[in-house]
């Protein structure tokens, strides 16, 4: 299974910088997520955590480090979450934790509720 990494760029602000590393379960999203199309980005990472669920079904580590994403990046996150809880629901080991600025109070506010809806604990952690 290929790992997928997707560097940041000054051409693309708005496309988060993205780690999915095959070997250790750990999956790494940062940055701002506002781009157009937005299902277009996130569905090779949604099948990517799906191929890895089934295929290697070893433990997955999940983090979220976006300091801004838009409705519909919201919704592929959510979308991702629900997979993963899925698989914690079937017996899988899945970690996910969130990193957020303390100056951003409403990000709090919003990964509540991503907990909520999806299932799955979401562990808060600010950035160093």
């Known amino acids: 299974m290929e790992d997928i990494l997707i560097k940041s760029s000054p051409e693309t602000p708005y496309f988060p910088e993205v780690n999915f590393n095959a070997n250790t379960g750990l999956c790494e999203i940062s940055g701002e997520s506002y781009m157009e199309e937005t299902y277009k980005f996130f569905l090779p ?3 990517w955590i ?3 669920i089934n295929n290697i079904r070893k433990g997955i ?5 976006l300091i801004y ?3 519909s990046s919201t919704k592929c996150i959510l979308d ?3 997979i993963l809880k899925e698989y914690e629901n079937k ?3 899945v970690k996910v934790v969130w990193y957020y600025d303390k100056e951003d109070p409403d990000m709090i506010d ?3 509720d991503f907990e909520a809806e999806s299932g799955i604990k979401i562990e808060l952690r600010e950035f160093a």
């Open 45 to 47: 990472l949604s099948s």
């Open 50 to 52: 799906k191929d890895y």
């Open 61 to 65: 580590e999940f983090n979220v480090k």
């Open 69 to 71: 994403l838009n409705t």
């Open 80 to 82: 991702i979450l629900e």
């Open 91 to 93: 017996g899988g080991q």
């Open 110 to 112: 919003e990964v509540e």
